[in-house]
């Protein structure tokens, strides 16, 4: 390290009043930039929970559905007509609805109910126990493991409740990729028991999956759907229009952006007012330092590197905290749907490099309109 800079570093980390106060600036507001980021990303990922379990290529939908839990039912022709679309390898119907199920002991729950298709059950979970076979079993029923599993009552392989005042078993317990946004525990059976076990309006499909002989034929594929006057999305496109849902035509977005920009503005200006009381208490020896011979350039190095030292300390800091207090609020809530993704942590880095820069501006204005002969005087 250049003798200068060790200077810089030496004036740093002796001044540790100012030199705590800078990095609890920092940290605080790295660690609030995550959090709120990482838990806005996990909120989006499990939005599109059902999606991303289900794992078709293309989804048909009517063009009024913004996200995969308000689906608007279609009728049986688009089925027929998908179907018969060159490129098609397979269309299936998928049912998604509501139902209260009354537990054991009396308590009810909302859960929802995923209808698969029955001839090929195309979307099924992956079983933990219990055999897929048996969801064409009377009344069966698959309950998925997952954050809101004990809503249900933890229930086992042979338990009962009811839904609609319909018997219900569980035959099965299987697990999911991701789990659903509001809180609410799922249920997989069948589409035909699915539309006779829950009212529902004249038609019933409430989403097309569609297999395609090829991926190059997804963009006919999609244009003889439109010509229906209904919507095919590939699963990067409806999961792209379920985020840009919840971000933009909710509160949701706004929100986080709102609390992620008061989160950098602590920041900047605690670190800015620290770094630029800092500067002040330590003029006197920069002007020493340009009495002896330092050069500007000199000077604006060490302001530099003090700024980013403590920025990058800082930094580290705030995401060790961010990701410690996510871990351990997993173990205490399952629900918790935060996480940390590298865009999240690129974005922090720069907001940090920007709150450096901002504090290195103010110190570099004042050192170089400092003159030696104004600290020899005094």
Avoid at 144 to 152: G, H, I, N, P, Q
Avoid at 282 to 290: P, T, V
Wanted: net charge positive; hydrophobic share 50%; proline share 4%.
């Amino acid at each position: 390290m250049p003798g200068i800079l060790r200077i810089a570093l030496k004036l740093l980390i002796n001044d540790k009043s100012k030199f705590l106060a800078l990095l609890l600036g920092i940290t605080f507001a790295v660690f609030l930039m995550v959090m709120m980021m990482s838990m806005f990303s996990g909120i989006l990922k499990r939005s599109s929970s059902s999606v991303l379990n289900i794992g078709a290529k293309i989804w048909v939908m009517d063009p009024a559905v913004n996200n995969a839990t308000s689906s608007i039912p279609m009728p049986d022709y688009v089925l027929s007509s998908a179907r018969s679309i060159n490129g098609v390898k397979y269309a299936v119907p998928l049912y998604f609805g509501g139902a209260l199920v009354k537990l054991k002991n009396g308590s009810y729950q909302a859960a929802t109910v995923v209808g698969l298709d029955d001839a090929t059950l195309f979307g099924r979970p992956e079983m933990i126990e219990g055999n897929i076979e048996d969801i064409f079993a009377e009344n069966a029923f698959l309950v998925v493991k997952d954050a809101e599993f004990s809503k249900l009552d933890r229930p086992a392989v042979g338990s009962e409740f009811e839904i609609n005042d319909n018997r219900g078993v569980v035959v099965g317990i299987a697990k999911a990729a991701s789990s659903g946004l509001f809180g609410v525990p799922t249920l997989y059976t069948t589409y035909s028991r699915a539309i006779s076990y829950i009212p529902s309006a004249r038609y019933t499909t409430s989403f097309i999956l569609i297999e395609p002989k090829n991926d190059a034929d997804t963009p006919f594929i999609q244009q003889e759907i439109k010509k229906l006057g209904y919507q095919a999305l590939t699963r990067e496109q409806f999961v792209s229009k379920i985020t840009d849902f919840y971000t933009f035509k909710t509160g949701l977005g706004m929100n986080v952006l709102l609390m992620t920009t008061i989160s950098f503005v602590v920041g900047l200006s605690i670190s800015g007012q620290t770094f630029y009381t800092f500067i002040l208490e330590n003029l006197e020896k920069f002007g020493a330092l340009k009495a002896i011979g330092a050069k500007g350039g000199e000077l604006v190095s060490m302001i530099l590197f003090q700024a980013l030292f403590t920025s990058v300390i800082g930094y580290g800091l705030g995401v060790g905290l961010a990701s410690t207090f996510m871990i351990l609020a997993k173990l205490r809530m399952p629900d918790y749907a935060a996480q940390i993704s590298f865009p999240i942590l690129g974005f922090a880095f720069v907001m940090v490099l920007v709150i450096a820069g901002f504090s290195s501006y103010i110190g570099v204005r004042k050192v170089l309109r400092i003159q030696p002969f104004e600290i020899f005087r005094g």
